[in-house]
């Protein structure tokens, strides 16, 4: 072996070194560097783990937020639909309310104006009579009582309409 220039001494001292010093490391550096080294997988595994746990967290917490928003959105049609509602009943509680106003007015002023008719008509029997009874002293050339002023009265009422038709 020396022929090929190894030293037997010197290569088995190397080679026992090279043991000793693979023993030291492998002892001393290679199990913490492979402990630290499973620990920190362990730890990226919890944190992905919890990381998806967030995740099905956040979707069902945006679920439930949508599941209210939509409740939310119902409550406020239905509001919005109860408040149109009410709006069309107070609408025609007053259009009706109006509408009898307006027909009791009506009635109230159709009686008004058949009183001041009647007052009228009978205002003018009246002076007609009046008229009637002042046209028939001057013909008859003396002065009528009550009675017969009235009983003169109906008749000319009574014979008017005819005696106009003849003029």
Same mark, same amino acid.
């Given at each position: 072996?020396?022929?090929?220039?190894?030293?037997?001494?010197?290569?088995?001292?190397?080679?026992?070194?090279?043991?000793?010093?693979?023993?030291?490391?492998?002892?001393?550096?290679?199990?913490?560097?492979?402990?630290?080294?499973?620990?920190?997988? %362990?730890?990226?595994? &919890?944190?992905?783990?919890?990381?998806? !746990? $967030? *995740? #099905?967290? +956040?979707? @069902?917490?945006? /679920? =439930?937020?949508?599941?209210?928003?939509? %409740?939310?959105?119902? &409550?406020?049609?239905?509001?919005?639909? !109860? $408040? *149109? #509602?009410? +709006?069309? @009943?107070?609408? /025609? =509680?007053?259009?009706?309310?109006?509408? %009898?106003?307006?027909?009791?007015?009506?009635?109230?002023?159709?009686?008004?104006?058949?009183?001041?008719?009647?007052?009228?008509? =009978?205002?003018?029997?009246?002076?007609?009579?009046?008229?009637?009874?002042?046209?028939?002293?001057?013909?008859?050339?003396?002065?009528?009582?009550?009675?017969?002023?009235? =009983?003169?009265?109906?008749?000319?009422?009574?014979?008017?309409?005819?005696?106009?038709?003849?003029?």
């Amino acid at each position: 072996m020396e022929a090929l220039g190894i030293n037997l001494p010197g290569l088995v001292t190397q080679i026992v070194s090279f043991v000793i010093l693979f023993a030291l490391l492998w002892r001393l550096l290679y199990k913490p560097v492979l402990r630290v080294l499973d620990q920190r997988s %362990e730890r990226i595994k &919890e944190s992905l783990k919890a990381s998806q !746990q $967030a *995740r #099905e967290e +956040a979707a @069902r917490s945006n /679920q =439930e937020m949508e599941a209210r928003l939509d %409740e939310a959105r119902a &409550e406020g049609q239905r509001l919005i639909a !109860q $408040a *149109r #509602e009410v +709006a069309d @009943r107070f609408r /025609q =509680e007053e259009t009706n309310k109006a509408r %009898e106003e307006i027909a009791a007015e009506k009635s109230k002023a159709e009686a008004n104006i058949h009183r001041e008719r009647d007052a009228a008509i =009978e205002e003018l029997r009246r002076e007609f009579g009046g008229l009637a009874i002042a046209a028939a002293e001057k013909v008859i050339g003396r002065s009528i009582d009550d009675g017969t002023h009235a =009983e003169i009265i109906e008749q000319i009422l009574q014979d008017g309409p005819e005696l106009a038709g003849r003029n």
